[in-house]
């Protein structure tokens, strides 16, 4: 009986894994498309792409449509996470070296512990807190490390500061859909109220692909089929089963993902700063994702019984891709 509890938090994990990979291998598709489309176009390409995806899967497994009760959730992740983050992200990140982005940009997990403790109810344990600091400092040690000679916008900052509550406020609206829908319900109409708010950007997707490289639109529907409708599917399905703050430490991941990345694709070999970055994210995601040793004792499950909203227990699915 004492293993039963263990298989839905190392699906979870699994799950997180995927997720942490894909946004990594983002980093290398963006490169290529941001460089043939501008943010609006490409955050429509990728949304679009990713909401045919999902739109078939979903058809397949005769998913339907999430309950009343789950919308709220859903259109308020879609428009922040999906729509608006997507777009101010690809757009900041114009404005700014990298050194600066992942200042900004990361310090969505902590708005994401700050609002999950506030709003849901999240605990915020010392190793949590204490892991968090780490691989934030890891990030910023990348990014730093990573920066070529470009400089830094006021705009690029505000637009990156922008995206990084976007991401949180639609994190945190996630969370309790995820308690009345499944998990690729919940991922497959964001994606779809996302990609209708960038509608307007339809008449510049349409343009710039017309002179943009075939590698540059096949990244940018990699981004869609891949970072956007598998990995935004196992980060719900990771999500349902734990906190927000959890998952949103566990993203800290991405950026040594990316250098080494980087490194087997690019040939970009990183420097001894850059290696140390990324292992501090790595070894802050480990203490952050940890447990002392009588945690849970009594609860079996230990974070996941955190939220202090009662919402039915998250359908039972498998992560997509299976």
Request: zero cysteines; glycine letters at 8%; hydrophobic letters at 50%.
């Given at each position: 009986m004492t293993t039963l509890p263990r298989r839905p938090e190392r699906a979870a994990a699994a799950a997180a894994v995927v997720t942490v990979v894909l946004w990594a291998s983002a980093f290398v598709a963006i490169r290529s498309a941001g460089s043939a489309y501008s943010p609006g176009a490409l955050a429509l390409g990728r949304l679009a792409s990713g909401a045919l995806t999902l739109g078939v899967?979903?058809?397949v497994r005769r998913a339907g449509v999430p309950p009343r009760s789950a919308w709220?959730?859903?259109?308020?992740s879609g428009v922040l996470w999906f729509g608006f983050y997507m777009v101010v992200l690809n757009w900041g990140e114009q404005q700014v070296d990298a050194g600066t982005a992942a200042l900004v940009v990361n310090i969505g997990p902590i708005l994401i512990a700050l609002l999950g403790?506030?709003?849901?109810?999240?605990?915020?344990?010392?190793r949590l807190l204490a892991g968090m600091a780490v691989s934030f400092a890891g990030a910023v040690t990348v990014g730093l490390s990573m920066s070529g000679e470009g400089g830094s916008s006021v705009l690029g900052v505000v637009l990156c500061l922008l995206a990084a509550v976007a991401y949180a406020g639609g994190v945190v609206a996630q969370k309790p859909a995820l308690a009345r829908a499944s998990a690729l319900q919940v991922t497959t109409f964001g994606c779809l109220v996302g990609a209708v708010l960038c509608l307007p950007f339809a008449g510049q997707l349409v343009e710039q692909a017309g002179d943009a490289p075939v590698s540059a639109t096949l990244n940018m529907v990699y981004l869609g089929v891949f970072p956007?409708?598998?990995?935004?599917?196992?980060w719900a399905y990771a999500l349902a089963r734990t906190t927000a703050s959890k998952m949103g430490a566990t993203t800290y991941a991405v950026p040594a993902l990316v250098v080494l990345m980087s490194w087997l694709v690019l040939g970009e070999v990183p420097g001894l700063l850059t290696l140390g970055g990324g292992v501090l994210c790595l070894a802050g995601v480990a203490v952050s994702r940890s447990r002392a040793r009588n945690a849970g004792a009594g609860s079996g499950t230990g974070a996941a019984a955190a939220p202090v909203i009662a919402v039915e227990p998250p359908p039972e699915e498998a992560p997509v891709g299976k």
């Open positions: 899967i979903s058809l709220r959730g859903i259109a308020v403790s506030r709003l849901l109810g999240d605990a915020m344990p010392p956007t409708a598998l990995a935004f599917t196992t």
